[in-house]
Antibody
């Protein structure tokens, strides 16, 4: 059974750096066809793609957030880490990670999400 | 960056009716990279359709996707009570992924 679980702080202060971890099971991050994406959703708003990473270490980032994001993976720990610098209250959202098929660039299995609030 | 515009914003229908949701792209999208998701309150999105018209595992055949180029459609042939939710389209192109703003399907 494929599962993904997001973890990280519930509350961060403005200007701080957010670090989120996605721990996967049921598939390997070394699988040539699979990767992990991060997507977020502010309260009551639409989904917003942030970044993805694949087994060959190929990475892509949202154009608008590229300067603030870093995605990486630790295959031995089955974890994908997303960091976002200079957090602002507008970054308050539920952050999801999703297994992503390299051939169709679609998230076929999602984690339940983790809610992050940015406030002083 | 490709912008996806979904219409209508809200669709009010009754169980048993047919639902037609639209997703229009600002430039041509490869059909291989067009997907639809369903999201219910408090839950993560669920993949319904990938490659514009292929149903994901476990998705009932009342859900179907069609379209090409800049115009794509999600059709629910006969609405069940559990189908009332928000639906998003998503595309991948030029190393970037974008989502539409969503269509809320509500009970009339």
């Amino acid at each position: 059974q494929v599962t993904l679980k997001e973890s990280g702080p519930v509350l961060v202060k403005p200007t701080e750096t957010l670090t989120l971890t996605c721990t996967v099971s049921g598939f390997s991050l070394s699988n040539a066809r699979m990767g992990v994406s991060w997507i977020r959703q502010p309260p009551g708003k639409a989904l917003e793609w942030l970044a993805h990473i694949f087994s060959n270490d190929e990475k892509s980032y949202s154009t608008s957030l590229k300067s603030r994001l870093t995605i990486s993976k630790d295959t031995s720990k089955s974890q994908v880490v997303l960091t976002m610098t200079n957090m602002d209250p507008v970054d308050t959202a539920t952050y999801y990670c999703a297994r992503t098929d390299y051939d169709i660039l679609t998230g076929d299995v999602w984690g339940k999400g983790t809610t992050v609030t940015v406030s002083s | 960056e490709i912008v996806l515009t979904q219409s209508p914003g809200t669709l009010s229908l009754s169980p048993g009716e047919r639902a037609t949701l639209s997703c229009r792209a600002s430039q041509s999208v490869s059909s291989s990279y067009l997907a639809w998701y369903q999201q219910k309150p408090g839950q993560a999105p669920r993949l319904l359709i990938y490659g514009a018209s292929s149903r994901a595992t476990g998705i009932p055949d009342r859900f179907s996707g069609s379209g090409s180029g800049t115009d794509f459609t999600l059709t629910i042939s006969r609405l069940e009570p559990e189908d009332f939710a928000v639906y998003y389209c998503q595309q991948y192109g030029s190393s970037l992924v974008t989502f539409g703003q969503g269509t809320k399907l509500e009970i009339k």
